[in-house]
């Protein structure tokens, strides 16, 4: 089948049916010629001219080929990138009345059973967050972990938090969960530790909180009756 | 062999934040390999392989590290601890 080049107009003899130049270098002239009737070019300064040379010729493709195109440098911005688990930390931190309240409760008579209770829930919950991080957490070092929290629950001192202490619900969540792990692999002597990602967002955020008002202090250091 | 302008920068990424961190190494085409594994500590070393002349390079690095440093100031506060007891 033959059919007419539709840019140097000669017949050529088609390979496919939907060929439309007779060569590689008719269909690249062709579209240097469609891209040059085009009005606005990117870049282009002045004004267009009213006739424009379409008809380009091999010589003038290879030197078009040979010049270097610089396109100017535009200055990119740099969106920043930013961090769910931050994020959700942030909502945590932020929106919370939580270190209110615990502000309030140091500013009570009962500052003190605050203080106590305070000073060794961070302890514990600092240690609970490295056994979440590390490896293997060895079961006889989570069960005495599980009841120093016993004991702290049971201490005078928790007993008589004011009314406003905040953190309540999150030691208890974490304890009934630490005892329950406890108890399901007492037959072993190490397990991966691992929280849902919401009880460690929360952990974290409650340590940051208690972090403003409690000092650091070593597990071994601390009695919890 | 390190192509030239090119600077390595080890981070240590703790593992809570790590797909974030990850994240933004893949999308920005930073050239990057895992240096190590902290197992005991939750940590993943990662070697980042950055071009000097690139501002954006440096834009992406900074804003790695802010992640991290911010994520370090809520997860420790103070000196990261090892051992738990004493």
């Excluded at chain 1, 209110?100 to 240690?127: K, S």
């Excluded at chain 1, 009880?199 to 070593?218: G, H, M, N, S, T």
């Excluded at chain 2, 990057?32 to 992406?60: P, T, W």
């Excluded at chain 2, 100031?73 to 004493?86: F, I, M, P, Q, V």
Aim: aromatic letters at 8%; hydrophobic letters at 35%.
């Amino acid at each position: 089948m033959e059919k007419e080049c539709q840019h140097c107009k000669k017949t050529f003899t088609v390979k496919r049916i939907d060929s439309v130049y007779c060569s590689r270098s008719c269909r690249q002239l062709a579209y240097i010629a469609r891209k040059a009737t085009k009005p606005k070019v990117m870049g282009m300064e002045g004004e267009i001219p009213s006739t424009l040379d379409v008809n380009v010729t091999e010589d003038k493709l290879s030197q078009i080929r040979q010049e270097k195109i610089i396109v100017p440098k535009q200055e990119q911005k740099y969106v920043p990138h930013g961090s769910r688990i931050l994020n959700l930390i942030h909502d945590r931190i932020n929106d919370d009345k939580k270190l209110l309240a615990l502000n309030t409760c140091l500013n009570t008579q009962e500052d003190i059973h605050t203080y106590w209770v305070g000073l060794r829930l961070r302890c514990l919950l600092e240690c609970l967050l490295l056994f979440s991080e590390a490896k293997f957490a060895r079961i006889s070092d989570l069960m005495e972990l599980c009841n120093a929290l016993t004991q702290v629950r049971k201490s005078r001192h928790y007993q008589n938090l004011p009314e406003l202490f905040p953190y309540k619900s999150t030691i208890e969540n974490v304890h009934y969960k630490l005892r329950t792990l406890c108890i399901k692999a007492q037959k072993v002597e190490q397990i991966k530790f691992s929280m849902k990602e919401q009880d460690k967002i929360e952990l974290i955020a409650v340590r940051y909180e208690f972090a403003q008002f409690f000092r650091k202090a070593k597990f071994s250091q601390l009695d919890f009756e | 062999m390190k192509p030239r302008n090119t600077k390595e920068e080890c981070i240590k990424i703790p593992t809570d934040i790590l797909l974030d961190v990850l994240t933004i190494i893949v999308k920005e085409h930073i050239r990057h390999e895992i240096a190590d594994v902290l197992e005991s500590r939750g940590i993943v070393k990662v070697s980042l392989y950055l071009n000097e002349n690139l501002l954006k390079h440096q834009k992406v690095l900074h804003n790695i590290q802010s992640i991290i440093d911010e994520y370090n100031e809520y997860r420790y506060s103070e000196t990261e601890e090892l051992n738990w007891k004493d």
